[in-house]
């Protein structure tokens, strides 16, 4: 990883990729994320699957209205957008883990046709990079068992495997943890133990 990031208000650029705030005219685009069945799998229950485009409008307009409930922090939902062809082909979030709101979760869930290309950390990079611009010391990923692309993710951003909790959502997941202090520190890419 380092990747070049560029941030300028609530935008990022990254070499390949542009992280900006949702527009409902991006619905779209957010459809071929979250109404995949392959990416759904994984958000449930914090996220449900989505039926048609109206639906993901609508979503779309809410969270572009009601802000996360984290005044003062780096909090937010992006979507992620290929710089060479201007096509929404992921969201990205930083947003308060229930169910105290005390830590940072940073997401980022890519539409199936981009798996595969290191869009998911580069974009997870940019957006620690805004967090810990503005202010955030800590950001933690939280991953299902067998979420292997969001581990891998998780580890090339620079994150570190903390273990294992039932904190969040009420499900049993694989927890990450990345410091203000360690982005952009090499870090060996093993599987934890």
Same mark, same amino acid.
Request: aromatic content about 8%.
């Given at each position: 990883m380092?990747? @070049?990031?560029?941030?300028?208000?609530?935008?990022?650029?990254?070499?390949?990729?542009?992280?900006?705030?949702?527009?409902?005219?991006d619905?779209?685009?957010a459809?071929?994320? +979250?109404?995949?069945?392959?990416v759904?799998?994984?958000l449930t229950?914090? #996220?449900e @699957?989505?039926?048609?485009?109206?639906? #993901?409008?609508?979503?779309?307009?809410r969270w572009?209205?009601?802000?996360?409930?984290?005044?003062g922090r780096a909090?937010?939902r992006?979507?992620i957008e290929e710089?060479t062809?201007?096509?929404i082909?992921?969201?990205?979030q930083?947003?308060?883990?229930p169910?105290?709101?005390?830590?940072?979760e940073?997401?980022y869930?890519?539409?199936p =046709?981009a798996w595969? #290309?290191?869009?998911?950390?580069?974009?997870? @990079?940019?957006?620690a990079?805004?967090a810990f611009a503005?202010?955030?010391?800590?950001?933690?990923a939280v991953?299902?068992p067998r979420?292997f692309?969001?581990?891998?993710a998780?580890?090339?951003?620079?994150m570190d495997?903390?273990g294992?909790t039932?904190? +969040?959502?009420?499900?049993?997941?694989?927890v990450?943890?990345?410091r203000?202090?360690?982005? =952009?520190?090499p870090t060996p =890419?093993t599987? @934890?133990?």
């Amino acid at each position: 990883m380092p990747h @070049h990031v560029s941030i300028t208000g609530t935008s990022i650029q990254t070499t390949r990729l542009t992280v900006r705030p949702w527009r409902e005219s991006d619905a779209r685009g957010a459809f071929e994320i +979250y109404g995949s069945t392959q990416v759904s799998r994984w958000l449930t229950p914090a #996220m449900e @699957h989505i039926h048609d485009i109206a639906s #993901m409008r609508a979503i779309i307009a809410r969270w572009n209205t009601t802000p996360p409930n984290a005044p003062g922090r780096a909090v937010g939902r992006w979507a992620i957008e290929e710089r060479t062809t201007g096509q929404i082909i992921g969201s990205g979030q930083i947003l308060p883990l229930p169910p105290v709101g005390e830590d940072l979760e940073i997401g980022y869930q890519l539409a199936p =046709d981009a798996w595969g #290309m290191g869009f998911a950390a580069e974009a997870g @990079h940019a957006l620690a990079h805004y967090a810990f611009a503005n202010g955030e010391d800590e950001l933690f990923a939280v991953v299902r068992p067998r979420n292997f692309r969001a581990e891998h993710a998780a580890r090339r951003i620079g994150m570190d495997w903390v273990g294992e909790t039932d904190k +969040y959502y009420g499900l049993r997941l694989q927890v990450f943890r990345l410091r203000k202090s360690d982005i =952009d520190i090499p870090t060996p =890419d093993t599987p @934890h133990t």
